[in-house]
């Protein structure tokens, strides 16, 4: 079956701008989370969406916010653009994101290269 | 915030040799995973272990748990020059997601 796809693989962004990232999860898997990827700060987790609510949250500023829609593809928003969210983001779908226990993995896309000039 | 710690940070090998890594973590989990990312690509699921499992094995994977020491171990037989990549443990806890540590880059010779 097809993997996580992400879009676009690379973008280039100037500071106050916005963008927005899409992911396509596996079929049948309903929990899409987003990370971020930086050489500094490692992966951070930003937030995770199942069944089109937002069921975790990391800490992140509200310039970042995603959805998911009906068919489980997410997408994430981040406004007013800084320099420091350049960055690996890094969208991951899992059946049922680890809850009730069910020690399911995740499976990655390939991410999307933002950098903020 | 991280819950797992890699160590070390980066490991340097000989084609043949065995990679032994390191990950150590903070809470009690329901299982830890170790991911595999090569330069600038998404993540690669290698393998899980539940909390109440102690060892597993896949391939030429083998993985430890001592959830009393809240460490687990990661070792690479017969490494290969396409082994060469970051790796990363995973620690799921609760209704949490996935946290990550920060990685060891591994680099096999030939």
């Known amino acids: 079956k097809a993997g996580v796809t992400q879009t676009p693989r690379y973008l280039i962004k100037t500071r106050g701008q916005q963008v927005t990232l899409s992911c396509s999860p596996i079929?049948?898997?309903?929990?899409v989370s987003w990370y971020q990827q930086t050489p500094g700060q490692g992966l951070q987790f930003l937030f995770e969406?199942?069944?089109?609510?937002?069921?975790n949250k990391g800490n992140f500023p509200g310039r970042f916010s995603g959805r998911q829609f009906s068919n489980s593809r997410s997408e994430m928003n981040v406004s007013t653009l800084e320099l420091g969210d350049s960055a690996l983001y890094l969208c991951?779908?899992?059946?049922?994101?680890?809850?009730?226990?069910?020690?399911?993995?995740?499976?990655f896309g390939q991410g999307t290269r933002l950098t903020v000039v | 915030s991280q819950q797992g710690e890699e160590d070390p940070q980066a490991l340097s090998i000989q084609e043949g040799e065995n990679a032994t890594m390191n990950c150590s973590y903070k809470?009690?989990?329901?299982?830890l995973q170790w991911y595999r990312q090569n330069s600038g690509r998404g993540l690669v699921h290698l393998i899980l272990?539940?909390?109440?499992?102690r060892e597993k094995h896949s391939g030429r994977l083998r993985v430890t748990l001592d959830t009393s020491k809240k460490s687990s171990s990661l070792l690479i037989t017969a490494s290969r020059a396409a082994d060469t990549a970051s790796y990363f443990c995973?620690?799921?806890?609760?209704?949490?997601?996935?946290?990550f540590g920060k990685g060891t880059r591994l680099s096999v010779i030939a």
């Open positions: 991951a779908s899992s059946y049922n994101g680890g809850w009730g226990n069910l020690n399911t993995e995740a499976f």
């Open positions: 079929s049948g898997h309903r929990s």
């Open positions: 969406y199942f069944s089109e609510t937002q069921r």
């Open positions: 809470t009690s989990i329901n299982n």
């Open positions: 272990i539940r909390s109440n499992e």
């Open positions: 995973a620690t799921e806890s609760g209704n949490t997601p996935l946290v």
